[in-house]
């Protein structure tokens, strides 16, 4: 059994081999074609099943596209569209996780927001964006 999986293991990287494979474009697709699946089954709308359809085989025709170069341009415009809201994203899931230690304030002159040490009580902080000196309590 064990030689079984080591050589389909084998033809799978052999068949890959020269092909781009998966990326953050791919996944996007591949997850967007679920939604529309779910959401397709349960309105009950065809075409948004076959919308879904045609997500799945353009996700596929880029993993096992072998010109690499165009497959990575795409990916690369991709986060670049979404790296604004990825970092919102991160900035909220880093602030969570560091919601024990850290108050975030905002500047009173340029509105940035940065984070404190918390329960230091009343802090003079300069803002690490414009640069003005502010108190908090944190
Ligand atoms: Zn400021």
């Known amino acids: 059994m064990q030689g079984f999986f080591s050589k389909l293991r084998e ?3 052999r068949f890959m081999n020269g092909r781009y494979g998966c990326d953050h474009l791919g ?3 591949a997850s ?3 939604v529309c699946s779910i959401i397709a089954s349960i309105g009950g709308w065809p075409w948004l099943s076959i919308a879904a359809t045609v ?5 596929m025709v880029r993993v096992l596209s072998r010109d690499i170069a165009s497959r990575r341009r795409e990916n690369d415009s991709f986060l670049a569209l979404v790296a604004k809201p990825r970092s919102f994203f991160h900035r ?3 602030k969570w996780e560091n919601r024990s230690t850290k108050a975030y304030v905002r500047c009173p002159y340029c509105h940035a927001e ?3 040490p918390k329960g230091k009580g009343k802090l003079r902080a300069t803002c690490p964006k414009c640069g003005q000196k502010s108190e908090h309590t944190v």
Do not use: E, N
Not at 55 to 59: K, Q, R
């Open 11 to 13: 033809g799978l990287s």
């Open 27 to 29: 996944m996007a697709i």
């Open 32 to 34: 967007l074609a679920i």
């Open 55 to 59: 997500l799945i085989v353009v996700s």
């Open 92 to 94: 909220q899931k880093s």
């Open 114 to 116: 940065f984070a404190l």
